[in-house]
């Protein structure tokens, strides 16, 4: 188990993000990220992505509150036991959740290593 501070933990949350690629970024609208110590449902996972994939949208989605994806600090801290493997997996679980914003499927993400 490894811990850092809240600040560190956003960092790391905010460069996942920053590696998102601009053709993806540019269509990341209405969303939210938000960061948790753990689920309360399920407190084992490192991140939960909660709205409807673009994929799934039709033309009138309008008018419903942001799609959210929380990444889960004290999930991941247990996860890890260094704070290079904890900004790792940082990185892997924000891609995974973005992934299921666009639609992807379990499958498709682990294929990729983002699983």
């Known amino acids: 188990m490894i811990e850092?501070?809240?600040?560190?933990?956003?960092?790391?949350?905010?460069?996942?993000?920053?590696?998102?690629?601009?053709?993806?970024?540019?269509?990341?609208?209405?969303?939210?990220?938000?960061?948790?110590?753990?689920?309360?449902?399920?407190?084992?996972?490192?991140?939960?992505?909660?709205?409807?994939?673009?994929?799934a949208r039709t033309f009138d989605h309008t008018g419903f509150l942001p799609d959210a994806i929380s990444i889960y600090k004290g999930a991941l801290e247990r996860f890890c036991t260094t704070e290079e493997e904890l900004a790792r997996e940082v990185e892997v679980t924000v891609f995974h959740e973005v992934g299921h914003y666009f639609g992807m499927e379990e499958d498709d993400l682990h294929r990729l290593g983002w699983g």
């Open 4 to 55: 850092v501070s809240d600040e560190r933990f956003d960092e790391m949350v905010d460069d996942a993000l920053d590696k998102i690629p601009d053709e993806f970024a540019r269509h990341m609208g209405n969303l939210v990220i938000l960061v948790r110590d753990f689920n309360e449902e399920n407190p084992s996972i490192l991140g939960l992505y909660e709205g409807v994939a673009l994929t």
